[in-house]
């Protein structure tokens, strides 16, 4: 799989603030997803890679989420923190609820800052919304968040066990909300855990959306209700559009046709990243 964005960074059509962070990437050990009988192209896309291609674009900062292939191995992503650099590095890993304080503890160390709960795509969904109420409390105590990749008739479902979450919530890819015509009582549930604080939206995923117009109106429309509280990611190497991944530098550039404003893409890409997963404070 070629990345051409690395030689083609002039697709990005504006330049990036000091500190600007990709905030939705996943990393991927090839033993133990590479298969000499059924090449994956995802075991190409190692911390080294990724770190060339955010080099060439002018981003600083990273948020990796670990893979779904990984299950509940987080090693990869805790050695590319490492790789990265521990600074400017944060994770967002996958447990079980039988995971122990002391694992949890090391994961904290090593830069993770929240566990991601992806259940959009049923056949290669390893955790349960179910597993929420239990892990909620552990990982609070931690100042961690969980990420929730779901569908916006997923959300409706599961608005009690969302609405009690002690803990920060982020809702990967806009939360789904541009699938479709827009999810009214989905809208309503985010809209309300976003006025009620400690909820977060990451602005990725746009390729996941009905069409480009219903992914800028939604991105509008959340940034409008809260842009203290909207990050971006690139979704790097975008898993869902294999073999045929977009140009990384593209995403940047919707951004830009999302968020016009300069001032409000600084909160975007440098302000709020660096308060939501703590990069101010160090490990």
């Avoid at 002690?166 to 989905?186: K, Q, S, T, W, Y």
């Amino acid at each position: 799989m070629e990345e051409t964005t690395l030689n083609t960074t002039s697709r990005v059509r504006q330049a990036l603030p000091a500190g600007a962070c990709d905030s939705h990437l996943h990393l991927y050990d090839p033993a133990i997803i590479a298969a000499p009988a059924a090449p994956n192209p995802l075991a190409d896309c190692t911390a080294s890679r990724y770190r060339a291609l955010r080099d060439a674009l002018g981003l600083q900062r990273a948020v990796i989420v670990t893979p779904a292939p990984h299950v509940v191995d987080n090693r990869v992503t805790l050695a590319a923190i490492q790789t990265l650099g521990a600074r400017d590095t944060r994770g967002v890993g996958v447990v079980f609820p039988d995971v122990t304080d002391a694992e949890l503890r090391h994961l904290h160390d090593g830069g993770i800052r929240g566990i991601r709960f992806t259940v959009a795509i049923p056949r290669t969904a390893v955790t349960r919304i179910d597993m929420l109420p239990s892990l909620a409390p552990r990982i609070h105590e931690l100042g961690w968040h969980v990420q929730l990749h779901m569908t916006p008739e997923q959300i409706v479902e599961s608005q009690a066990i969302i609405e009690q979450l002690p803990c920060g919530i982020v809702f990967d890819h806009m939360a789904r909300l541009a699938n479709g015509p827009l999810n009214e009582r989905a809208w309503a549930i985010v809209q309300d855990r976003l006025q009620a604080g400690k909820t977060w939206v990451k602005l990725s995923g746009e390729y996941l959306a009905a069409n480009a117009a219903t992914a800028h109106d939604v991105a509008r429309k959340l940034a409008a209700a809260a842009p203290e509280r909207m990050v971006w990611g690139t979704d790097w190497p975008h898993p869902t559009e294999m073999p045929n991944p977009p140009e990384t530098a593209g995403t940047l550039d919707t951004l830009a046709a999302w968020i016009p404003d300069a001032a409000l893409r600084q909160r975007i890409l440098v302000d709020n990243p660096a308060q939501l997963y703590g990069f101010n404070e160090g490990l």
